[in-house]
């Protein structure tokens, strides 16, 4: 960071090492560190920087489940300190769930449903979301009376997708 005074970086960088832990690592150089140490690097570089909007795409995928349990936390209450906007980008959907305000779930790409974690939990639009929020799956009930339609003849009975209309299941 460049542009302040020295006494006000040093405090910032300080500050961000204590709250990533990663003290340690502030005199090594970047070839030294493991994958899990440049994540936290990276993080407390932005942190430095004092965004109004932080974009992080996997930021703790690469730490061991203990460290990245203790920076959900820690990274949830530095939002809240901030008054920041977090956007992630995540396939844990433990982070998901116990970080977002807001999440919304994507399926090849396009948002399939929003909301905050309660209501996507208990409220799932489809069966991709029900299957994709808890495990086992979270509330497959609700979401197959909210997403399919039926359509019979006399000899079968298909339920399809309503959002897709993919063909579902066939009984005959």
Do not use: C
């Amino acid at each position: 960071m460049t542009g302040g005074p020295d006494a006000e970086i040093k405090d910032r960088v300080d500050r961000a090492a204590r709250t990533l832990r990663i003290e340690h690592l502030l005199d090594r150089k970047t070839d030294k560190l493991s994958g899990g140490e440049m994540q936290r690097v990276s993080i407390g570089r932005a942190i430095v920087r004092k965004p109004r909007v932080f974009l992080m795409d996997e930021p703790l995928s690469a730490l061991d489940a203990k460290l990245r349990e203790a920076l959900r936390t820690e990274l949830k209450n530095l939002q809240m300190q901030l008054g920041a906007t977090f956007l992630f980008v995540t396939h844990d959907q433990i982070e998901a769930m116990s970080m977002g305000d807001k999440v919304g779930v994507l399926n090849h790409g396009r948002i399939v449903q929003t909301g905050t974690p309660h209501e996507i939990y208990n409220n799932p639009r489809d069966t991709y979301v029900a299957s994709f929020v808890g495990s086992p799956p979270a509330r497959t009930d609700v979401a197959i009376e909210q997403s399919v339609r039926f359509a019979w003849n006399p000899d079968k009975v298909v339920l399809f997708d309503k959002g897709s209309g993919v063909s579902l299941r066939h009984a005959v």
